[in-house]
């Protein structure tokens, strides 16, 4: 008579059967070389110490008109910073606010000529400072930027009505665009500083290039950027031709502070300059 204790083992068998397993077998390892890796496993535990903690730095939005931390705003706010424009490679404003709750961009396929869209909401229904200055246009591009993302230090996205704080137009919301500043290219305790940036694409043949050239004195500072973009229509996955995705930008920006009272953040003169010439 046969044990019982064999059933499971004929159950497996026919499951086995029906779907084929292949079983491997490896040699068994002696005993003292187990030990010892059981014992590099104990001897080096993952530790870290007490004060380990890595605190980030807070987020402050100026786009309200007041100063605040992101995570303290009532209103909902979008922040993308210098760090990540270049990690993206941001060549138009898409790239800038790609992965932004609720803020798209439309306008057609030429990248110079893109009008934000807040929750559905865009020409004429979404304001657009760029360094507190509100671009107004007479004729279509409403709103829209044609600055290379290159010459942006931050861009603040607020969604939701801000006409109260930035006058009419602001329904669908209000867009901030923050140009470099001397201190994004020279490092504590550098007083000349610049770079060099270069790059090509083989689809529609495009060209970027750019210089920035920043200093810094006693009580004045200054930055001097210039960029240029030029591409033809690039080609779609099936080899076709996009009609008017070309286009020909050069952006120029020139900035300066004078510190009349030095050490006080409210006596200072600071002027800039910007210019933007597109070309289909």
């Given at each position: 008579?046969?044990?019982?204790?064999?059933?499971?083992?004929?159950?497996?068998?026919?499951?086995?059967?029906?779907?084929?397993?292949?079983?491997?077998?490896?040699?068994?390892?002696?005993?003292?070389?187990?030990?010892?890796?059981?014992?590099?496993?104990?001897?080096?535990?993952?530790?870290?110490?007490?004060?380990?903690?890595?605190?980030?730095?807070?987020?402050?939005?100026?786009?309200?008109?007041?100063?605040?931390?992101?995570?303290?705003?009532?209103?909902?706010?979008?922040?993308?910073?210098?760090?990540?424009?270049?990690?993206?490679?941001?060549?138009?404003?898409?790239?800038?606010?790609?992965?932004?709750?609720?803020?798209?961009?439309?306008?057609?396929?030429?990248?110079?000529?893109?009008?934000?869209?807040?929750?559905?909401l865009g020409e004429g229904r979404v304001v657009v400072r760029i360094d507190g200055a509100r671009q107004n246009l007479n004729i279509r591009h409403r709103g829209q930027t044609f600055i290379d993302p290159a010459l942006f230090e931050r861009v603040e996205v607020l969604r939701g009505p801000g006409s109260s704080l930035h006058g009419s137009g602001?329904?669908?919301?209000?867009?901030?665009?923050?140009?470099?500043?001397?201190?994004?290219?020279?490092?504590?305790?550098?007083?000349?500083?610049?770079?060099?940036?270069?790059?090509?694409?083989?689809?529609?043949?495009?060209?970027?290039?750019?210089?920035?050239?920043?200093?810094?004195?006693?009580?004045?500072?200054?930055?001097?950027?210039?960029?240029?973009?030029?591409?033809?229509?690039?080609?779609?996955?099936?080899?076709?031709?996009?009609?008017?995705?070309?286009?020909?930008?050069?952006?120029?920006?020139?900035?300066?502070?004078?510190?009349?009272?030095?050490?006080?953040?409210?006596?200072?003169?600071?002027?800039?300059?910007?210019?933007?010439?597109?070309?289909?």
């Amino acid at each position: 008579m046969k044990s019982s204790s064999r059933r499971p083992y004929g159950l497996a068998k026919a499951v086995a059967a029906l779907h084929p397993v292949r079983v491997v077998r490896t040699p068994q390892l002696p005993g003292f070389a187990a030990v010892l890796i059981l014992g590099i496993g104990v001897g080096f535990p993952l530790t870290l110490p007490a004060d380990a903690a890595y605190r980030l730095a807070p987020i402050v939005v100026t786009i309200g008109r007041i100063a605040e931390v992101e995570d303290q705003t009532v209103a909902p706010v979008g922040v993308v910073e210098r760090r990540e424009i270049e990690r993206r490679q941001a060549q138009d404003l898409d790239a800038v606010l790609l992965g932004m709750p609720g803020v798209t961009t439309a306008g057609g396929p030429r990248q110079a000529a893109l009008d934000p869209n807040i929750r559905g909401l865009g020409e004429g229904r979404v304001v657009v400072r760029i360094d507190g200055a509100r671009q107004n246009l007479n004729i279509r591009h409403r709103g829209q930027t044609f600055i290379d993302p290159a010459l942006f230090e931050r861009v603040e996205v607020l969604r939701g009505p801000g006409s109260s704080l930035h006058g009419s137009g602001a329904i669908g919301g209000v867009m901030s665009l923050r140009t470099l500043e001397p201190s994004s290219v020279l490092e504590p305790g550098q007083d000349l500083g610049g770079r060099v940036v270069a790059g090509y694409q083989d689809n529609g043949r495009r060209v970027s290039g750019g210089l920035t050239l920043a200093g810094r004195g006693a009580a004045t500072e200054w930055l001097g950027a210039v960029s240029l973009r030029d591409h033809s229509d690039f080609r779609d996955g099936e080899g076709e031709r996009v009609a008017f995705t070309g286009s020909d930008v050069v952006s120029g920006l020139l900035k300066g502070r004078w510190d009349i009272d030095q050490g006080h953040p409210w006596r200072s003169l600071g002027v800039g300059w910007r210019l933007a010439v597109a070309r289909p």
